[in-house]
């Protein structure tokens, strides 16, 4: 049935433009929970493997799911959250001092700049990210609801994935639905590998940037290296962003020291681009640079924050489909 009526809409090009539209349309305006889904579908790509390695050894179906979704929410509580107040109260000294940094790294370099100003324009721009970060939140997650909607819909992703993946192969002819079937595995594998190795490089370039800084006894090492490990979700764009405030921070102590530290970041980047990224990433897409930029803009002008830190595995995503169905054509030929 599916079958034939994609067969129509593509024999009827004014029809299946209209159809294009309205589903852009829909899928526009209900953006908000089309990422919270893309979200839960993330996590569950990148539980799975776990999962099925539990079940390979015997676990029924319930606990295979459980131990691995619950043992990764404890880690975020026993981990990430006891450090949240003391990570807020550091970025906000920073942001705080940042007007004088500024100055002093200006007046470090012979140009005077207008601190009062400065102040000004931070205190408004942090004003703004505030309202623009609840905005973003209310949107996208909508509260601690959503938040824990996405957690729910993972799970139950998880438990009933082999009934998911074969309610979407249904959707398509019945001689197709084994290759769908392999598509939805190789999504999965792409998706499940960025996000599991975001995490480890995030947390290892957040780790190595905070070590050095603090041997070089640099001030607000740790909320630099949080934003370092943060930004570093963001492909080449990321790691040049991180390396802004640093710098600045290190022109108040002394000019060798910023240069310092200016070569200390793109060490970093040099080991991450030619170790760790092949060695942690090595099963996540590739993506051309331009695309990399292209992706994150069109990303945050769509949904701000969100958009751009979700970009990536969207665009490896779709890369992914398009590969598979050309794969699928090649052998059909």
Known sequence: MMHKFYTYLLRNQVIFAFFLIILGWFIFQTRGIFVSVFISYIIMAAL????????????????????????????????????IPFFLSQINSFATGLPTYLDEAATS?????????????????????????VVVTSKVFGGVFSALTVMIVSFYLLLYYDNFKKSIAKLFHRDERSFIEVTVEK????????????????????????????????PYALPLALIAGLLEVIPTLGPTLAAVPAIIVALTVNPPTALAVAVIYIVIQLLENNF?????????VGLNPVIVILGVMIGANLMGVAGALLAIPFISFIIVLFESINNGREDTT
Request: proline fraction near 5%; hydrophobic fraction near 55%; glycine fraction near 6%.
């Open 48 to 83: 799975m493997p776990a999962v099925q390695v539990l079940r390979k050894r015997g676990l029924p179906n319930i606990l295979a799911v459980l131990i691995p979704f619950l043992g990764s929410i404890i880690v975020l509580f026993l981990i990430i959250f006891p450090l």
């Open 109 to 133: 370099l012979g140009v005077k700049i207008d601190a009062q100003a400065v102040q000004s324009l931070v205190s408004r721009e942090l004003n703004s990210i505030s309202r623009n970060a």
């Open 187 to 218: 999504i999965n594998d792409k998706l499940g590998a960025w996000l599991r190795g975001q995490l480890v490089l995030s947390f290892s370039i957040g780790l190595i940037t905070y070590v050095v800084l603090s041997i070089l006894g640099l």
């Open 276 to 284: 760790l990224v092949p060695k942690i990433m090595q099963k996540a």
